[in-house]
């Protein structure tokens, strides 16, 4: 464009004097250079507003290279043959082919078609304003000879650039697949980390929650087997003996369920169901342990609440939150189980008057990192229950939640959808 507008003030302010064949020289190359400034100047602007609307694949897109590509020669072979009204080269044709052969890439038998095209206009401007015969040949030799090399250098860029574009394809495939590759070791070395931690964490059960509780119930069944106790101790012992295994046969529970959660997924099975029977049946399951301690335990929760879920997560969520309630209840203390509907939601709570929670805890609670911590009677446990809780209510289209203060209790929600 500037070298247009350079042409055009060149030719419009110098050599005004002018007249005869210099004036319609000079007139046709002003009104040349303003023709291309225009075309120029559109074809700029469509570009930039295709690029900005992401058009850059619509056919009128990808017609722009070859429009500009005969628009460059046609102009050229214009201006060629205006100048043999003054001189006998064709320097501007000889430009152009060279300079569209370097600039727009176009497939090599599509370029061969435009340069002949141009050839054959260019013979015919040539013709009409060359008045002189020798002249004229040496021209079309030349102008031959200009379409010729400019064709050539045309092939070689186009090889350049499907020879690049090829490479460029299949850097990037490789690129791809590695960064695939990539991403297949992390997802199996991440798998591979939660299986050692998951082992790390078996162990660590088996070893230290669960063999205690047996070590006891095996020393107790020598002492009556070497009748080492009298009969009136061993019934003394019943209700010690019961919590134990209470104990042993939750941790064992809630160590299955992990393991079989973490292995192979548990699959979920909802229907319809009444929260307050499903309820009172573990609340029958722990009377030994809330005698052991005098906990008072209700159950609060509406009869009418129906939940749609899977019977046995939510049976195992609720066994949880009331065995720790239970667990971090102090002696006589007192916990209610009660249920709520929000909308499409039934929310069950378990609240206990126990010692509560600190509150830079609570938000690990339900993590995976989290271990157990002894209840106020020295009673144990997994780590796993709220690990499971949030799980299985999460599975269940749930959410689960605790509000609690240090010294006065906690109050432990989930939620479950209703059966409607």
């Not at 690029?51 to 214009?78: C, D, E, Q, S, V």
């Not at 059960?205 to 070497?226: C, E, F, T, W, Y």
Request: with cysteine; proline share 4%.
């Amino acid at each position: 464009m500037s070298v247009s507008i350079a042409h055009i003030a060149l030719f419009y302010f110098f050599n005004s004097d002018a007249s005869g064949t210099e004036l319609q020289w000079k007139n046709g190359i002003i009104a040349s250079h303003s023709t291309m400034f225009l075309v120029f100047l559109i074809t700029g602007l469509s570009v930039i507003i295709i690029r900005k609307r992401g058009l850059i694949n619509k056919p009128y897109a990808r017609a722009i290279p070859h429009f500009m590509f005969l628009f460059f020669l046609l102009i050229g072979t214009i201006i060629t043959g205006i100048d043999q009204l003054i001189t006998n080269a064709i320097t501007p044709f000889m430009i152009v082919c060279f300079f569209t052969a370097m600039v727009l890439i176009i497939p090599p038998l599509i370029s061969a078609l435009y340069y002949l095209l141009a050839y054959t206009f260019f013979y015919f401007v040539i013709t009409h304003f060359q008045p002189f015969q020798d002249v004229l040949l040496s021209n079309y030799v030349n102008g031959l000879t200009s379409v010729a090399i400019a064709w050539f250098l045309s092939m070689i860029l186009w090889r350049n650039f499907v020879y690049r574009f090829r490479n460029d394809r299949l850097v990037r495939q490789q690129q791809t697949a590695l960064q695939d590759q990539n991403n297949e070791l992390s997802r199996i070395a991440n798998e591979l980390r939660e299986v050692n931690k998951s082992r790390i964490r078996l162990f660590s059960i088996i070893s230290h929650d669960l063999r205690g509780p047996l070590a006891n119930l095996n020393s107790l069944m020598k002492l009556v087997q070497n009748d080492d106790i009298t009969e009136p101790e061993f019934k003394e012992l019943l209700p010690e003996l019961a919590s134990q295994t209470l104990l042993t046969s939750e941790l064992l529970d809630n160590l299955l369920n992990w393991s079989k959660n973490n292995l192979n997924g548990i699959s979920c099975h909802p229907k319809a169901f009444a929260i307050h029977d499903i309820t009172s049946d573990i609340i029958r399951l722990y009377e030994s342990q809330t005698g052991l301690k005098g906990l008072v335990i209700s159950n609060d929760t509406d009869p009418q609440h129906m939940a749609y879920a899977d019977p046995g997560m939510i049976s195992l969520v609720l066994r949880n939150l009331i065995s720790n309630a239970i667990k971090f209840s102090e002696k006589n203390g007192k916990i209610s189980v009660y249920s709520k509907i929000k909308g499409l939601v039934a929310e069950i709570s378990v609240e206990d008057s126990g010692i509560g929670i600190e509150p830079e805890r609570i938000t690990s609670l339900f993590g995976d990192d989290q271990f157990s911590t002894q209840g106020t009677a020295g009673e144990k446990g997994t780590g796993l229950g709220l690990l499971l809780c949030r799980e299985f209510v999460e599975r269940n289209g749930g959410s689960i939640g605790v509000q609690s203060t240090p010294d006065k209790g906690s109050r432990f929600w989930f939620t479950v959808p209703t059966a409607t």
